[in-house]
């Protein structure tokens, strides 16, 4: 009996943080832009159209923009805005190329 009400509990709560999640979904950013590493270490991404930042933290993003800290460049990336946070993430880059002048 204790096992099934665990089990019960344990689906409710699993099932709960599933509807937390669904609130901070992703969305698709296609956009040119600079990257620059701030005090911290992390990438942060200024948007030329709007000046909106973008934070990097994860090594997946690092590791594509590799070289191309403070070159414009054309980026196709994934970015999530979690509710009550002050920063956006970006999560998953799918593309990174420099902008020729």
């Known amino acids: 009996m204790n096992r099934f009400i665990f089990l019960s509990l344990l689906s409710f709560g699993m099932l709960v943080s599933s509807f937390s999640f669904a609130q901070d979904e992703t969305t698709k950013l296609q956009t040119t832009g600079v990257f620059v590493k701030n005090d911290k270490g992390a990438l942060v991404f200024t948007d ?54």
């Open 48 to 101: 030329d159209a709007d000046k909106k930042k973008y934070y990097g933290f994860n090594k997946g993003v690092k590791e594509k923009v590799g070289d191309m800290v403070g070159k414009k460049v054309k980026l196709n990336a994934k970015v999530k805005k979690k509710e009550g946070a002050k920063i956006t993430l970006m999560t998953y880059i799918v593309s990174v190329k420099a902008v020729q002048k």
